[in-house]
């Protein structure tokens, strides 16, 4: 009784009373254009008409709306804003992408959850208003007749007399308690009633369930984004780094050419990280970078650039496949070419592509064993990138195979079928 959200929450139980009275006269319309029947007929009448006007008026969108802000602000429920569910539609280049907000739709039962609300809030408001007033003005009443007069009060029929003194101060704090009272049950029901009509109905926590489940799979497609783009470029760029010192003073030509590469391929990183942390400040975020196999001999040759040695096999029309099947077979081949670089050996790295009519084949195989600084050990591995791989292969129902090719080399091969992926 003395917290003061209870008394806000019957506070906006009453107001839920007041505001219901502007439809009484529109209810009263009926009853009074049939005077020939009772008036017990015609006062039913009445409140049965003056309810289905109030439950009316629940059935709009932004009545649900204000009474949610209402009582998360009065009751102190922590009642979550309707769900509206996004539609996520793919555009080249960018994979699934939010678009405007879809409205859930809510079912027969979810969609009276907010009139069956708004009649309890009011039946709860008049109930606890007329109670807790008649109790409030006897708690103030009563005590006039404490140097010896009687007090009497009376309601529908029953009477109840005090006599002068100070039982009748003992009855007007027992009638403040009871209006104090009145205000904790009156506010404790519409806190239990909340949460259970006012909350998110079964359609809107689908639709959030699925607005969640596309953020995810967006947060997951740029993390193999991030993954494959900067893993690959931040390699490459520590061994042309390493490169460009050691042939600095003896070869000047060489490190220059490491160094413009590492500005080359740093640069198309940075292009992959500010689209990517556009999309997580949820912001306005730029075309994305597209990378296809049309890129490859760019990537090769930052490859070579390195220090490595790539012994490529081109054949079929690879340059012009097209669509999400070229994107990704890109970022198969450059996740495979950073592994080489990561835990290869240092000899040389064989790229094979096939473009066929019916599949896109994908190969890189490199030596295992001893490095030289720059294989196994050399670099941190957040065991990532296979489990990545395998992941966008199973999306366009390819085949992935990595393993072991012999005792010295290892070998990732890849079957993408090309019907239906692009």
Avoid at 43 to 69: E, F, N, S
């Amino acid at each position: 009784m003395l917290r003061g959200s209870t008394y806000a929450g019957a506070l906006f139980a009453y107001c839920g009373a007041l505001a219901s009275l502007p439809l009484l006269p529109f209810a009263m319309l009926p009853a009074l254009t049939w005077r020939s029947a009772p008036y017990g007929v015609r006062a039913v009448l009445t409140l049965l008409v003056w309810a289905a006007l109030i439950g009316a008026v629940g059935l709009a969108r932004t009545t649900r709306r204000a009474l949610i802000a209402s009582a998360r602000r009065l009751l102190r429920v922590p009642l979550p804003d309707p769900a509206a569910g996004r539609r996520f539609a793919s555009s080249p280049g960018t994979g699934p992408t939010p678009t405007a907000p879809a409205p859930a739709v809510p079912s027969g039962a979810d969609r009276w959850r907010t009139p069956l609300w708004l009649l309890l809030h009011v039946a709860l408001g008049w109930t606890g208003a007329l109670v807790s007033g008649v109790l409030l003005l006897a708690g103030l009443s009563l005590p006039g007749g404490w140097l010896g007069g009687e007090a009497q009060v009376s309601l529908f029929g029953w009477s109840a007399r005090v006599a002068g003194g100070w039982s009748s101060w003992a009855v007007a704090l027992g009638c403040l308690l009871l209006a104090a009272a009145v205000c904790v049950v009156v506010t404790s029901a519409l806190r239990w009633l909340a949460p259970r009509l006012l909350g998110l109905s079964s359609a809107e926590r689908l639709a959030l369930a699925a607005e969640r489940e596309q953020r995810l799979a967006e947060r997951n497609r740029l993390a193999h984004e991030l993954h494959d783009s900067i893993g690959h470029t931040l390699t490459a760029t520590t061994i042309q780094a390493a490169v460009a010192g050691e042939v600095l003073s003896a070869d000047p030509v060489a490190a220059r050419a490491a160094l413009r590469s590492i500005e080359e391929s740093t640069r198309a990183a940075l292009e992959d990280l500010d689209y990517v942390l556009g999309v997580l400040r949820e912001k306005e975020a730029g075309t994305a970078p597209t990378r296809t196999l049309a890129d490859l001999p760019e990537l090769l040759d930052r490859l070579r650039h390195a220090g490595a040695v790539v012994e490529t096999v081109l054949s079929g029309e690879w340059a012009q496949v097209q669509g999400t099947l070229s994107r990704a077979a890109y970022r198969i081949l450059q996740e495979g070419l950073t592994n080489a670089l990561r835990h290869g050996s240092g000899g040389p790295i064989e790229v094979r592509v096939v473009a066929a009519s019916d599949a896109l084949e994908l190969r890189v195989v490199n030596r295992t064993g001893a490095g030289t600084g720059t294989g196994t050990g050399a670099f941190p591995t957040s065991g990532h990138g296979l489990p990545g791989l395998a992941e966008r292969v199973r999306l366009l129902h390819g085949e992935i195979e990595a393993g072991p090719d012999g005792p010295q080399h290892w070998r990732l091969a890849v079957r993408l079928p090309v019907r239906g992926s692009a």
